[in-house]
């Protein structure tokens, strides 16, 4: 990407500028991990955000933006974004789990915490709350979850094509790999084939994302572990180990994980709900946002854990 090259206006631009946010970045696991720190730091319900594969925290931002009286943070996985890769772990389910667990625990949040991930930050929240150790949180929401093993998929020829893909960027010499990994015509591919929207100006600017941020990461090892992990795990592996009061939400129109396999997902949880979204596939983050803040919102509040209005706030409401 050079710097005279345009894309389509954000649409959620003016309402996530609306809302402050801090920087800030964690040692962890012989790595520098940085993370956006948004809305109201003093807010009782803290969301903890992880993001899918091969994006940075750029990704959830549409949903942060119509969220209000909650605080959000969001970092980039080791290796990808601003975040540099871990030493101490590859970047693999087990690693990314254990830094999910030492993340959380180094943040030091006060009040409610819930961890939300999205597409494989759905596998890695769960992985993370599988296991025993580690702080626990009030809750969590999964969107977009991978329900199901990669190849099962409604497209799982095409899973099988992304495999070979990057089969071939591991075989390929180190640099002509990683151009391989980064090469503009694929992420279209990839763009287009995930977007569901007829909205030309919408799906001008999702494509300006995956073209911005879907090469982000920092060298070929970790882009190709991260890959294997997210086909070779799935939320279903972890589900009946998470006790606490779980959201899906989950597209009618995936590719990825059809719905009906949300459906069973659901089923393997001790305390889950299920939000569909129709008309909309892999990308809810991006193309219904809203939707997807509105049942995060109704699904807090059931809990008790619901975002507080300025009013409520100053104790006028």
């Not at 591991?170 to 007829?198: C, D, H, Q």
Request: charged share 20%; glycine share 8%; net charge neutral.
């Amino acid at each position: 990407m050079t710097s005279t090259t345009r894309y389509a206006a954000s649409p959620y631009a003016e309402a996530l500028g609306r809302i402050p946010v801090r920087r800030g970045e964690l040692a962890l696991l012989g790595g520098m991990t940085r993370y956006w720190d948004y809305g109201d730091a003093d807010a009782p319900t803290t969301l903890v955000l992880v993001h899918g594969f091969r994006g940075d925290h750029h990704g959830l931002e549409p949903v942060v933006a119509q969220l209000s009286g909650l605080r959000l943070i969001s970092p980039d996985l080791p290796g990808f974004g601003e975040s540099t890769p871990m030493t101490e772990h590859d970047h693999d389910i087990r690693g990314y789990s254990q830094w999910l667990r030492a993340f959380v625990a180094a943040l030091q949040l006060d009040g409610r915490v819930v961890l939300l991930g999205h597409s494989f930050g759905s596998i890695v929240v769960s992985a993370a709350l599988a296991d025993a150790g580690g702080p626990r949180p009030s809750s969590v929401v999964l969107v977009n979850p991978i329900g199901q093993p990669a190849l099962a998929g409604p497209r799982g020829v095409l899973t099988r094509l992304a495999i070979f893909y990057y089969w071939l960027a591991a075989a390929l010499p180190e640099r002509l790999g990683f151009a391989l990994l980064r090469n503009r015509l694929i992420v279209r591919v990839m763009s287009e084939a995930m977007a569901k929207t007829r909205d030309r100006g919408l799906r001008a600017w999702i494509h300006g994302q995956h073209d911005s941020y879907f090469s982000a990461f920092s060298d070929r090892r970790v882009v190709l572990q991260a890959f294997r992990a997210s086909v070779a795990h799935d939320v279903s592996e972890y589900a009946a180990r998470i006790p606490e009061p779980t959201l899906l939400v989950a597209a009618v129109d995936d590719d990825i994980t059809p719905i009906a396999a949300e459906r069973r997902l659901r089923g393997l949880f001790p305390d889950a709900r299920l939000v569909e979204i129709p008309d909309v596939g892999h990308l809810i983050h991006y193309e219904k946002p809203a939707e997807a803040a509105r049942a995060i919102e109704t699904f807090l509040t059931e809990q008790g854990q619901g975002p507080v209005s300025p009013a409520r706030a100053e104790g006028t409401a």
